[in-house]
């Protein structure tokens, strides 16, 4: 399990562009999937994008493809989340979650970063 702390969330104006970053502890960062997902009041939660742990690949949720990019930084330890053309329908909280290769499922997961879009 990895600590992971996201920053970077605010109001921005629709149309706008906000970046997103996630800070993890530990030596194996570099070894890790790591994503980000989002989740509106009364809402589930939503896949937004995912990166490979060299970041050679990417995947991204049928509602922010072309809008979104992921990145890593490993040297950093940090992974980011570019969104640009926001949408009101983007407002969420923002998490970064992290998990193994050869695991299925995300299980390490930051606290969250609210982002809010204004039309």
């Known amino acids: 399990q990895v600590q992971l702390v996201e920053s970077g969330g605010g109001l921005v104006q629709a149309g706008g562009s906000l970046r997103l970053s996630c800070a993890a502890s530990?030596?194996?960062?570099?070894?890790?999937?790591m994503g980000w997902f989002r989740q509106a009041p009364g809402k589930g939660r939503e896949f937004v994008a995912s990166?490979?742990?060299?970041?050679?690949?990417?995947l991204y949720g049928d509602s922010v493809k072309g809008r979104f990019t992921i990145s890593r930084d490993n040297a950093k330890n940090t992974v980011f989340l570019q969104m640009n053309s926001l949408k009101p329908e983007d407002a969420a909280v923002y998490y970064c979650?992290?998990?193994?290769?050869?695991?299925?499922?995300?299980?390490?997961w930051g606290q969250g970063t609210q982002v809010t879009v204004s039309s």
């Open positions: 979650a992290a998990r193994y290769s050869r695991q299925v499922d995300f299980g390490s």
């Open positions: 530990g030596r194996t960062f570099s070894s890790y999937v």
């Open positions: 990166i490979s742990p060299s970041g050679g690949s990417t």
